[in-house]
């Protein structure tokens, strides 16, 4: 049975290298504004199936408000952050979605945090 020596490597398929090089390359092409609003979207569409909105017969046993407070956190920090870089003609209907999203937060709680302390509150001040 052999060994293999110090200087063995792992295998890479021959195109692997290229195909990093094309992906950077694709990634260097794509606007700021488009990579942070496909980020953004991502999480908005996360958040609403973890407050149960999917439109999937199974909606209710996706609901994870924990997950879901951490969702929409990480986007009102996103969103604030971003506005002033994307403008507002992107940044308001992301503001929009995140409210909205803030707000069926609300409503899908037990217990309704106080105002101000609700997910991404710390960020985007009170909703009501």
Do not use: C, W
Request: aromatic fraction near 2%.
């Amino acid at each position: 049975m052999s060994t293999p020596d110090n200087n063995s490597h792992v295998f890479e398929a021959p195109d692997a290298k290229a195909d990093v090089t094309q992906q950077i390359r694709d990634i260097s092409e794509v606007p700021a504004i488009e990579v942070i609003t496909t980020a953004a979207v991502h999480l908005m569409s996360a958040a609403a199936v973890k407050l149960g909105l999917a439109a999937e017969d199974n909606a209710e046993e996706l609901k994870d408000l924990d997950e879901a407070r951490k969702l929409i956190t990480a986007l009102a920090g996103l969103v604030t952050s971003a506005a002033p870089e994307i403008g507002s003609q992107h940044a308001g209907p992301l503001r929009d979605g995140l409210r909205s999203l803030q707000l069926a937060f609300r409503e899908e709680s037990i217990i309704p945090d106080a105002p101000g302390k609700g997910p991404g509150e710390k960020y985007t001040g009170a909703v009501n």
